[in-house]
């Protein structure tokens, strides 16, 4: 299921930063250090220029796909053998349930308040998309992250590898023509490396851990509350890291770095490690 597209700044933004890095890192670091023609540059060029449209690829589907929408119907079922845990409010023990969208939440699903709606699996809503990162677009997100930090990384090389190639003579021949382009593609691939490394790492964690951000901020209070009673607080969606990445990633390990999703359910309900203990107790 896609949204609707609407005009966004921060959306224009990462745009204009794409197509900018893309054509100074091609025709301009490419170039100036290998020559685009030569086979080092053509085969640099076409290197990361696919690495370029998989990260718009998968830009533009975590921002044209529907993180995941609650049906209008939704009822949880609280004698269901196949799902004996359900999300309840921290006061007064009931079902959670939505007065604005007035249904009730399935489990990991939050309210937005810019969306205005409630997102299951949600993990936060992203100016940079203009979207909420959820269950239907979360591996999206993570892949676009993953790519946008190879691009990043491997873009800085090459201009580093550029400026360290170009002689004096050369510098002289064309008159400093190129120095604004790397000042102002390096003020812009250093931050971005290191802030797009920062997230990346973050949800790195989230994913071996299968949390989502919000669900860390909650775990860190339930574990507050957990050592004060003098109990243990377990994440209980954490099944562990190898269970944990086929479930965010899929279960095919060569389909991990591809924006694909056709593994993720539908996001209603989700095996935790209750599930786990109850297999493992059986087969004994």
Known sequence: MTKGFTFSLPVSVVVLAIFYIYFTTVFIFIDRWFGLMSSPGLMNAIVFTVVALMCVFSYTVAILRDPGRVPADYMPDVEDDQNPMHEIKRKG?????CQKCSHYKPPRAH???????C????????IWISNCVGHANYKV???????????????????????TNDSLEDELQTGGSFRTAYVVSGLLLVPLSVALSVLLGWHIYLVFHNKTTIEYHEGVRALWLAEKGGTVYKHPYDLGIYENLTTVLGPNIFSWICPSSRHIGSGLNFRTAYHN???TSMSK
């Open 111 to 117: 309210h937005c308040r810019v969306c205005k709606r």
């Open 141 to 163: 997100f993570f892949i676009f992250v993953l790519y946008a930090v190879v691009a990043c990384i491997y873009s800085m090389v090459l201009l580093v590898g550029s400026l």
């Open 93 to 97: 023990g009931d079902l959670r349930y």
């Open 119 to 126: 997102v299951l699996r949600m993990d936060h809503h992203c």
């Open 277 to 279: 203990a109850v297999g």
